[in-house]
């Protein structure tokens, strides 16, 4: 069993290390999806998420896979891509496009948890200044690429990232593990993609290590 967490009450989690095994990482249930519960969340290395009809659920998964900037290491082929000048990347240009064409259909059809609560708590945590965008322009001015996350100090907490065209969500990551803004940026999960790119993981007492740090 996970604790309950009382919407009413202020915002508290219960220790990390009582995460579950499996699922991997759900820590509680319930709380608000408000900017003061966000906030002491990811300070914790903590994040929401779950699927429509069900309760807030948080998660803290060990172990954790992260991206150093300084360990970043993009492909050949997206280093070309990026000299190209084929499209323009921005930041908080357009947040509110970025979390909507993430929330939307994946090519295999499978949806997204990105639902109508998720959306509307990290519009206002754009709006208070925790979350931010990139974006990707192609020649003609549309929208083709995005990322979305959590900026806490010298940490960026990774949500979800979107292509129109291919390749483009990766100029993105490129660009923020560049720009000399983060020290450490939460990819959450492993995937092959992030690996190949130089994301490693990590076990929870060094995430959190780090954030105490950075964030």
Known sequence: MIPWLDPQARPFFPHTNTALAEPRGLL????RLDVEWLLVAYRQGIFPWFSENEPIL????????VLY???????RSLRKLARQQRYRITGDKDFDAVIHACAGER???SGTW???QMIGAYM??????????VECWNLEDELVGGIYGIALGRVFFGESMFSVEANTSKLCLKHLAES????????????????????I???????????NRWA
């Open 124 to 133: 206002v945590m754009h709006q208070a200044g925790f979350a931010h965008s």
């Open 114 to 116: 990105i639902n109508a």
């Open 107 to 109: 090519d295999d059809h």
């Open 28 to 31: 509680a249930a319930g709380g």
């Open 58 to 65: 948080w998660w803290s998964p060990a172990p954790r896979t």
């Open 201 to 211: 993981d990590i076990s929870r007492d060094e995430f959190e290590a780090a954030l």
């Open 69 to 75: 900037p300084q360990h970043y290491h993009p492909s």
């Open 180 to 199: 000399g803004e983060y020290s450490m940026i939460d990819c959450q999960m492993p995937t092959a993609h992030l690996n190949r790119l130089g994301a």
